[in-house]
C-alpha cells in the first residue's frame, strides 16, 4: 500500500519492469519503500498494480524523494546506462548529504563506475556500483546481486540486499564485491560467459538438427534429460522449453519462426574489449559475441548462399553415441568458459588492486542469475582448496571431467567440420585446451619475426635475459639486456 507519511529505508528511481520488480522484492521483504520515476504515471501503475506488495511512498519530484528517506539515505538507480545514468546520479547527488549511498544497479560499463565512485566519494557521498542479475523474475524473487564500492557502504546497505538476494543452501547470493567497479566489472564477466554458455547451447542444438535430423520436440527431450544431470543449469532448463514452444500461427516449433539474427546490448563486446586490454584469452567468450554480430549480417548471409561446401562427410548414424558426444563437448567447453572468465576477473583485480575472491562469487552464482547451473557448486569446492589455483581446468575435478570428455569433443568438433556446420564456440575452446596444454607453442617463430623486422628481442630457454639477432648484418646474436 501507499504511505505518505512513511519513512523509507530504500528509495527506487527508475521504474522500467526491473526497477518496479526489485521495488516490489524491497517491499515483500518488510522495507518501505520510496518510489520516483521521471513520469510519474509510471510510479502510479506500480502502486495500482501491486501496491499491496508492501508499504510503498509515492513521491513525484527528486526533493520528495529524498525527503522520504531515512539516513543515511540509500537510493537504486535502475534506468539506463550511460548519460541518462550520469543526469539521474547528478540531480540525486545535488540532493543529497555527506555518507548518502548511491546505488547503480543496471548494466553500468565497469570504468564509468570508476569515474563516477571517485567523483561521489569527493563530495562525501558513497556510490556502489551494483551488478544485478537474473531478469525480471529474479529482481522479483531473489537475483544475484554483486555490489562493489566502499566497504563501509555495505554495513549500511549490505543486510538490505542480501535480504532480497537468492538464496542457497542459506547462502544469500550477494556479497560485498570491492571496491569502486569492482561489482559492475564482475556482472560484465558473468555477461561475457552467459554468452559463452548460450552459444555452446546454441552449437549443440544445430548439431542435433543439422548432423542427426532431430526436431525441436525431440532435442528439448534431451535438454530436459541433462537437465537433471552434471549440466543442470537454469540456461538448459529454458532451451527445453523455448524447443518445447508452439507458434500458435503456424502450428510450428516457435523456434522455426524466429529470425535466427541475434542481438546484444553491450556488455559481452565489454568483456571482449577489457580481456584485451588486460591480455586475457577469453576466446570462448568472443566468438560466441563474433557468432551474434554474424548472424545478424544478415545482408552478407543472404548474399553468401549457395557458396561452395566442398564434399561433406556422411551424418552419424549412431545417434545415441553423437548425443553422449555433444553432450560431453558442452560439458568440456561450459567449463573452459568459465575458465577464461575467472582468468579475467583474476587479471582485472590485479590490475585495479581489488583483492577479488574467485570462490565467493562462485558462491553468489549458484542462485538468481542467468548462468546459475548445478556446477557452480564444483567451481566453488575448487577455489575454496586452492585459491590460488593457476586456471580453473587444472582443478582436479574439471581436470577429470575433461579428460573424459576429450574424446568426444573432438569427435563433435571433427564431425562438425566434416560437414560443415559452424561450431565456433567449441571448436575454439577445444583449440585453446591444446594450447594450454602443450608444451611447445608456435609463439616462438613469432617472436624471431617480431626481432627480426622490428629488434623487439626475445628470450632464451637456456639463458635467462633478452637478446637480439643482428638480422641485416652479420646475424650474430647480442645481449639486450
Known amino acids: 500500500m501507499a504511505s505518505s507519511t512513511a519513512r523509507a529505508q530504500i528509495g527506487v528511481t527508475g521504474l522500467a519492469v526491473m526497477g518496479s520488480n526489485i521495488a516490489r522484492n524491497f517491499a515483500k521483504h518488510g522495507y518501505t519503500v520510496a518510489l520516483h520515476n521521471r513520469s510519474v504515471a509510471k510510479t502510479d501503475a506500480l502502486l495500482a498494480a501491486h501496491g ?7 513521491t513525484e519530484t527528486v526533493a520528495e524523494f529524498v525527503a522520504a528517506l531515512e539516513k ?7 534506468v539506463k546506462a550511460g548519460d541518462a545514468t550520469d543526469a539521474v546520479i547528478s540531480e540525486l547527488a545535488d540532493a543529497m548529504e555527506t555518507g548518502d549511498i548511491i546505488i547503480d544497479g543496471g548494466n553500468a560499463l565497469y570504468t564509468d563506475t570508476i569515474r563516477r565512485e571517485a567523483a561521489l566519494r569527493a563530495r562525501g557521498l558513497n556510490f556502489v556500483g551494483a551488478g544485478i542479475s537474473g531478469g525480471e523474475v529474479g529482481a522479483l524473487n531473489g537475483p544475484s546481486i554483486m555490489p562493489g564500492g566502499p566497504a563501509e557502504s555495505y554495513e549500511s546497505l549490505g543486510p538490505l540486499l542480501e535480504s532480497i538476494a537468492a538464496q542457497v543452501d542459506g547462502t544469500p547470493c550477494c556479497t560485498h564485491i570491492g571496491p569502486d567497479g569492482s561489482g559492475h566489472f564482475v556482472k560484465m564477466v558473468h555477461n561475457g ?43 538448459v532448463e529454458i532451451t527445453a522449453e523455448v524447443l518445447n514452444q508452439v507458434d500458435a500461427s503456424t502450428g510450428k516449433p516457435l523456434v522455426d519462426v524466429i529470425v535466427d539474427a541475434a542481438e546484444q546490448k553491450g556488455t559481452g563486446r565489454w568483456t571482449v574489449k577489457s ?27 543472404a548474399a553468401a548462399v549457395g557458396l561452395a561446401a566442398g564434399d561433406l562427410a556422411a551424418k552419424p548414424t549412431d545417434i545415441a553415441q553423437f548425443t553422449e558426444d555433444i553432450r560431453q563437448a558442452l560439458y568440456a567447453s561450459k567449463v573452459v568458459a568459465y575458465a577464461q572468465g575467472f582468468d579475467q576477473i583474476a587479471a582485472g583485480s590485479a590490475e585495479y588492486d581489488w583483492d577479488l575472491h574467485p570462490g565467493d562469487l562462485a558462491t553468489i552464482w549458484r542462485g538468481g542469475c542467468i548462468i546459475r547451473a548445478r556446477f557452480l557448486n564444483r567451481i566453488k569446492e575448487a577455489y575454496e582448496k586452492d585459491p590460488a589455483l593457476p586456471s580453473l581446468i587444472l582443478a582436479p575435478y574439471f581436470r577429470e571431467a575433461i579428460e573424459t570428455a576429450i574424446d568426444s569433443w573432438r569427435r563433435v568438433v571433427a564431425t562438425a567440420t566434416l560437414l560443415g556446420i559452424p561450431v565456433p564456440a567449441f571448436a575454439s575452446s577445444l583449440s585453446y585446451y591444446d594450447a594450454l596444454r602443450a608444451e611447445r607453442l608456435p609463439a616462438a617463430l613469432t617472436q624471431a619475426q617480431r626481432d627480426f623486422f622490428g629488434a623487439h628481442t626475445y628470450e632464451r630457454v637456456d639463458t635467462e635475459g633478452k637478446f637480439h639477432t643482428l638480422w641485416s648484418e652479420d646475424r650474430t646474436e647480442v645481449r639486450a639486456d
Request: hydrophobic share 45%; aromatic share 10%; no cysteine.
Open 52 to 58: 499491496d506488495d508492501g508499504d510503498f511512498v509515492r
Open 72 to 78: 543515511p539515505r540509500r537510493v537504486l538507480i535502475m
Open 193 to 235: 560467459i552467459e554468452y559463452a554458455d548460450m552459444q555452446l547451447i546454441g552449437e549443440a542444438y544445430h548439431l542435433f538438427r543439422a548432423a542427426l535430423d532431430l526436431d525441436p520436440k525431440q532435442i528439448a527431450d534431451i535438454f530436459t534429460q541433462w537437465n537433471s544431470g552434471d549440466l543442470e543449469s537454469y540456461l
Open 275 to 301: 580481456a584485451l586490454d588486460l591480455g586475457v584469452p577469453v576466446t570462448g567468450i568472443a566468438e560466441a559475441v563474433f557468432a551474434r554480430a554474424l548472424s545478424g549480417s544478415r545482408g552478407q548471409r
